[in-house]
């Protein structure tokens, strides 16, 4: 004898049929009112609901628009190019990852961008970079 030749000695107990009437009161059993209360009820899909009330394509979810202004680049500050840097080297997004102050993205050589923070004192040339306003003012003054 194996398990699928095993059969039980007594009947299954039949489920209650609610809504027929009897002995359940005025609703029999299944509440007042709503679509859960309707003969041949089918409930909503809630999931696609939620699906149709989000916006379509068009404005949402634009990476190239909303992407990061900075992701495909590399930050530096000016005291990271004081430390790094003597009196008149040059400065170049190749020279930087050659000093492994920066790496590469996605093995290619970033675009690199300089911000204000810090204080520089030496006399640098630098090519090849974004410069923000403040970078500007200060390396002008040299």
Not at 99 to 127: A, C, H, N, Y
Request: charged share 30%; glycine share 12%; proline share 4%.
């Amino acid at each position: 004898m194996q398990l699928h030749q095993l059969n039980p000695t007594h009947k299954p107990r039949k489920g209650r049929r609610i809504g027929r009437g009897g002995k359940k009161g005025t609703y029999s059993g299944k509440g007042i009112k709503g679509q859960k209360s309707r003969a041949g009820r089918k409930m909503k899909p809630w999931i696609r609901e939620i699906i149709k009330r989000y916006p379509k394509l068009r404005g949402y979810r634009q990476k190239s628009k909303f992407k990061n202004q900075n992701g495909n680049s590399a930050i530096l500050n000016l005291d990271v190019l004081e430390k790094k840097f003597n009196e008149g080297d040059k400065v170049s997004p190749e020279i930087l990852v050659e000093k492994g102050i920066i790496g590469k993205i996605q093995g290619r050589v970033p675009k690199v961008k300089i911000l204000g923070k810090g204080k520089i004192t030496k006399k640098l040339i630098i090519e090849g970079c974004q410069l923000s306003q403040n970078v500007k003012k200060i390396i002008s003054t040299f």
